[in-house]
T-cell receptor, first 111, second 109 residues
Framework: EAGVTQSPTHLIKTRGQQATLRCSPI?????VYWYQQALGLGLQFLLW???????NRGNFPPRFSGRQFPNYSSELNVNALELEDSALYLC??????????FGSGTRLTVV | KNEVEQSPQNLTAQEGEFITINCSYS?????LHWLQQHPGGGIVSLFM???GKKKHGRLIATINIQEKHSSLHITASHPRDSAVYIC???????????FGKGTKLTVNP
């Protein structure tokens, strides 16, 4: 069974640009979660999508948005990139309360 | 007080030592995860537990639901075990993950 896959693994963008990160959940998982781990900080909850709808979001500005597609894959978009957006972005997927599977993350660097 | 507390924050060991990392949580959970994050940043899921004990190679994870506590043990530690180990819980009912701050393990040869 394929795990949660994230792409790209590394992404370098210039301040002010937009970044798009992608996540494919485990087959059968309908929920996708996005987390940010900025340098020196723990993982922070960003967004939760389930069945194509945004269910919850963390304390992040509207520049952070995303969507979930009919096949349950998801995109995270970060607009007007700022230097402090440089971080590891982790995706997790789940189906019900049985727990989550994790991707290995996308390292975003904003220069 | 954080909902998920890990200890110790930093741990240095000599190769071959037995390592224990602890995780305590204060919320109702449906599952607990142990994650490993290497210096490059990539994260690997080690275990998902809802009860009892799991073993994979030199790694053992235990959970005590009544005491709201989990431990990650590494036997015969090796320098390649050097990483940050993160405890995360899936809150019952919300499915949202809550993460501990991580334990940085350094194993010296």
């Amino acid at each position: 069974e394929a795990g949660v896959t994230q792409s790209p693994t590394h992404l370098i963008k210039t301040r002010g640009q937009q970044a798009t990160l992608r996540c494919s959940p485990i087959s059968g998982h309908t929920s996708v979660y996005w987390y940010q781990q900025a340098l020196g900080l723990g993982l922070q909850f960003l967004l939760w999508y389930d069945e194509g709808e945004e269910r919850n979001r963390g304390n992040f500005p509207p520049r952070f948005s995303g969507r979930q597609f009919p096949n349950y894959s998801s995109e995270l978009n970060v607009n007007a990139l700022e230097l402090e957006d440089s971080a590891l972005y982790l995706c997790a997927s789940s189906r019900g309360p049985a727990g989550s599977a994790f991707g290995s993350g996308t390292r975003l660097t904003v220069v | 007080k954080n909902e998920v507390e890990q200890s110790p924050q930093n741990l240095t060991a000599q190769e071959g030592e037995f390592i224990t990392i602890n995780c305590s949580y204060s919320v109702g959970i449906s599952a607990l995860h142990w994650l490993q994050q290497h210096p490059g940043g990539g994260i690997v899921s080690l275990f998902m537990l809802s009860s009892g004990k799991k073993k994979h190679g030199r790694l053992i994870a235990t959970i005590n639901i009544q005491e709201k506590h989990s431990s990650l043990h590494i036997t015969a530690s090796h320098p390649r075990d050097s990483a940050v180990y993160i405890c995360a819980v899936t809150q019952g009912g919300s499915e949202k993950l809550v993460f501990g701050k991580g334990t940085k393990l350094t194993v010296n040869p």
